[in-house]
């Protein structure tokens, strides 16, 4: 590990990683983990206006042959896709 690879490291701010299912507006269900800070409520998250995407890691998409938001067509899994948070249409932590 070289000391620019030590200094990000430093550098990472601790999260809590949440999971979750979300509907977006095109009936696609995207299953997988968002991570937030510490003590931070998925509401605030999702409400936050700081940020227009959101990463959701381990992910499942259902449901997906019509989708128009992202490029995932049938039953896929992805290690992290970028969601607008404007495509949300509910989230549910499970």
């Known amino acids: 590990m070289d000391a620019k690879e030590r200094e990000r490291r430093k ?3 601790e999260k ?5 299912s979300i509907v977006c507006q095109d009936g696609s269900i995207i299953s ?3 991570h937030i800070f510490q003590g931070e409520r998925l509401m605030g998250f999702i409400n936050d206006t700081k940020e227009a995407f959101i990463p959701v ?3 499942t998409c259902y449901n ?4 128009k ?6 039953k896929k ?4 896709v970028l969601l607008n948070k404007s495509a949300i249409l509910f ?3 499970v």
Do not use: A, H, P, W
């Open 11 to 13: 550098m990472k701010i």
């Open 16 to 20: 809590d990683k949440r999971k979750v």
């Open 32 to 34: 997988g983990y968002v």
């Open 57 to 59: 890691t381990n992910c």
């Open 64 to 67: 997906s042959k019509q989708v």
């Open 69 to 74: 938001l992202f490029q995932v067509f049938s």
């Open 77 to 80: 899994s992805k290690d992290t």
């Open 91 to 93: 989230m549910k932590e």
